[in-house]
T-cell receptor, first 110, second 116 residues
Framework: GDSVTQMEGPVTLSEEACLTI???????????LFWYVQYPGEGLQLLLK?????DKGSNKGFEATYRKETTSFHLEKGSVQVSDSAVYFC?????????FGQGTELSVKP | GAVVSQHPSWVICKSGTSVKIECRSL??????MFWYRQFPKQSLMLMAT?????????EQGVEKDKFLINHASLTLSTLTVTSAHPEDSSFYIC????????????FGPGTRLTVT
């Protein structure tokens, strides 16, 4: 069945460092792909999405490109801030349902 | 816009009792609501999908008689954990989608259930 695999956390970075969180998926066809972010004490929020191959989603300085050849959707940011500290979830959509990766906790230190 | 609330945010109950969790879409009508369960350091696992006015569709392995879901209106869905046991302790999250061509899900903040 469909599945999503993320790199394990926690990831600890210094402010202004570069971020990459790896995400790969297994699915038939070409599902839509998402990154959600969960700040402490809050619900999941959609960070960005891509609906077809080679699409690039971007928001708040974060980017991810839908790569069908490598079945990947890695999240990147060139310069992280302390306020980016959160848990990040990669997900795919199948028939209106979301299938999530296990989440990656990011901690950014000043 | 697109705010989803959950109540309560946390609850402690004794083993054998039932507990109800509410999920409300505050500023839109939700044709579909989803219920997830999240264990510490783990992913969200979809438990069931509910459409307003019809019976919920449960994922494989989820006991429908234990986790009762009601979606009586376009803004409210409830999850009742019946005869709760310590292994039901978890973080329960709902999401809602307005439908009408939009499949984006808006998530509630979650409810922490502890069964003693």
């Amino acid at each position: 069945g469909d599945s999503v695999t993320q790199m394990e956390g926690p990831v600890t970075l210094s402010e202004e460092a570069c971020l990459t969180i790896n995400c790969t998926y297994t699915a038939t066809g070409y599902p839509s792909l998402f990154w959600y972010v969960q700040y402490p004490g809050e619900g999941l929020q959609l960070l960005l999405k891509a609906t077809k191959a080679d699409d690039k989603g971007s928001n708040k300085g974060f980017e991810a490109t839908y790569r069908k050849e490598t079945t990947s959707f890695h999240l990147e940011k060139g310069s992280v801030q302390v306020s980016d500290s959160a848990v990040y979830f990669c997900a795919l959509s199948r028939g209106g349902k979301l299938i999530f990766g296990q989440g990656t906790e990011l901690s950014v230190k000043p | 816009g697109a705010v989803v609330s959950q109540h309560p945010s946390w609850v402690i109950c004794k083993s054998g009792t039932s507990v109800k969790i509410e999920c409300r879409s505050l500023d839109f009508q939700a044709t579909t609501m989803f219920w997830y369960r999240q264990f510490p350091k783990q992913s969200l696992m979809l438990m069931a999908t509910s459409n307003e006015g019809s019976k919920a569709t449960y994922e494989q392995g989820v006991e429908k008689d234990k986790f009762l879901i009601n979606h009586a209106s376009l803004t409210l869905s409830t999850l009742t954990v019946t005869s709760a046991h310590p292994e039901d302790s978890s973080f329960y999250i709902c999401s809602a989608t307005p439908g009408q061509g939009s499949y984006e899900q808006y998530f509630g903040p979650g409810t922490r259930l502890t069964v003693t």
